[in-house]
């Protein structure tokens, strides 16, 4: 999602005359553009915000946007008495007021829908892969979740003006579209004539644009996994064999602390429908250890679930309390020594999992996604179908390649175009 805004506040600001750079020191306006989910992020912004200070020239403005400004709001500008401005997620189309007046302090964390969207410039070249929102907030109210309160409550885009961003993407340059929402196959737009449209309608209408070859989404809630949905798979082969589908935590007990509305039974009969219906699907998942309350035999109960389902790819983290959300307050806090000895233990079952997938595909063919020269600038990447990075010598690399892959280790993959 910050990807997609970055690019967004980028166009704006070309339209009003800026260029990029990567060099603070010659930069006339800095922003970062922040994520509030966990602590941490947090408090990285702050002392990002302090190098920028020294480094940026004496008149450059500089600010923050995101969902730390949301958090913040006018305590940023105690913390840092000259920062220009602090924007809400849902504001940063508001940056052009201080572009016309430097000296003032521009404060707007309003949580306003989907004005942002229609306000920005379009991006006038996208990279191969699009982001799409195609929703806003996020309605669930997970009890560890800063979420709904930076970006408000879930609103869902017009289906007419997803397709416009999405086609106008591929005109420019896209051929993955990723459509993003903190809920987002829970998308769900009915417009003037009473037609109602699901993700599966995004879906199919995104498939019939020819220079599109790969569709995925992110994140999806378990149980809004609608019929619809999990069938398409079975039948667009442009929506990737790869799902992120949070399971969060193992044990039921947690799950209901943690307010999210499904069980662990009905979680792997969602697996297990799309196991039905696409073989070759595997699953990658976010994961929270030392949620308050959470026992040895709760943390235990993760371990198995994971082990079960066999992920791919996941995120794990340890809990971090976070203002405005229940569990902060909840009073069985799990200490940090423990949290971290859970979160080892889990790392090391998903990277063992994560190993053995990457082995298995040794000897697999897979068309592939261009992504950009390697460190050396010698080698290139590209990422396949399960989204691993894999790596090629070529002199020519074009935007789609038929890979073979021949050789793995737990992070990425090594391979040859045959095509
Ligand atoms: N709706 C998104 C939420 C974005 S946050 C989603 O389903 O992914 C991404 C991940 O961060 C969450 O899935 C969760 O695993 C993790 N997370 C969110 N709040 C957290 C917290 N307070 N502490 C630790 N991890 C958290």
Redesign the pocket.
Known sequence: MNVYDGLRITAMLERHGYVHTDDIADADIILLNTCA??AKATEKVYSALGRIRLAKKKDAIYGIVGCVARESGSDAFRKLKDLNFVLGPQSYHKLPEILSDPNTKLLDINLGGLEKFDELPPITKSPLVAYIPVQEG?N?C?T????PYTRGPEISRAFNDIMAETMHAAEVGAIEICFLG??VNGYKFTDKNGKTYRLSDVIKATAKIDSVKRIRF????PTEMTDDLIELFGTEKKLLPFL?M?I?SGSDNILKRMHRQYSISEYMAIIDKFKNIRPDIQISS???VGFPGESDDDFEQTMHAAKHVGYINS?S??????PH?A?AIMPDQIPENIKSERLIKLDDLLNERQREFNLSCIDKTFECLYEGPDKTGKKHIYRTPYMQPCIVTTDNPTNMATITITSANKSCLHGKIID
């Open positions: 989910v966990r996020c669930h997970c560890y979740c800063i979420v903190q809920n992110t994140s999806s809630y992120n949070p969060q976010d994961f929270i995120f983290f340890k809990y971090s309390p976070r959300t569990a």
